[in-house]
Structure formats: C-alpha cells, structure tokens
C-alpha cells in the first residue's frame, strides 16, 4: 500500500508556471506506476500525464504535451509534474495516482486503471 501527498499548487496568471509535487509513504517508490489527473468543476477526472515504475516510459495528454512535464526520483519518492504557459483551461484540481504490481512497467493512461490516489491540489490560472 502507498499513501500519496500532493502539493504546489496555487494560484498563477495565464503563461506562468508551476511544479506540483507527489510525495508518496509505505512499499518501494519504483513498484508503482505513477499518473497525473486534473478535475474541474463539472467535468470528469481528465488523463495528464503517466509514467512508468522504472521511468523510462511516459506519456503526456494532448491537451498539456509541450507544455507539462511528468517526472519521478524514486530515491525521494517522488512525483512531479512541471507546467509551463499555463492557460486558463488548466484550472482543476490536481491529482496524482499510483498502480502497483504487473502494471508497474508500463503506463496507464485511465484513471480507473489506478488503485491508490492522493488528495488533490488546487491549481487555479488567471487570464
């Protein structure tokens, strides 16, 4: 079991930037596949970006490629997330997930897919 801790998020006007950390507890960081998603108000829980156990595959949503960056140091068992020239639409609530196991080496881009989720951080753009 992993607990998930998320945070840098706040408030930023349209083209700045900010970094969201994932700080994940309990069984050996590199066994989870990591996912960010992002939720707002009356929508659905949307796909970021993922990234594998043993980092060496990820994958960004198209709405954020370019812009967001997804990253992970397992000897701080943590996850990140970069984002540049933020716009309006990227307001949401931020979250990260984890899925351990057979899906370790791979990435999972549903949230159903993920078991073990944090609490969310707030991430509100200006324009």
């Known amino acids: 079991q992993v607990q998930l801790v998320e945070s840098g998020g706040g408030l930023v006007q349209a083209g700045g930037s900010l970094r969201l950390s994932c700080a994940a507890s309990?069984?050996?960081?590199?066994?989870?596949?990591m996912g960010w998603f992002r939720q707002a108000p009356g929508k659905e829980r949307e796909f970021v970006a993922a990234?594998?156990?043993?980092?060496?595959?990820?994958y960004h949503g198209d709405s954020v490629k370019g812009r967001f960056t997804i990253s992970r140091d397992n000897a701080k068992n943590t996850l990140y997330l970069q984002m540049n020239s933020l716009k309006a639409e990227d307001t949401a609530v931020y979250y990260c997930g984890a899925q351990g196991g057979p899906l370790q080496s791979i990435v999972l881009t549903s949230s159903k897919a993920y078991a073990y989720w944090g609490q969310g951080t707030q991430v509100t753009v200006s324009s």
């Open positions: 309990g069984r050996t960081f590199s066994y989870y596949t």
């Open positions: 990234m594998s156990g043993d980092g060496r595959s990820t």
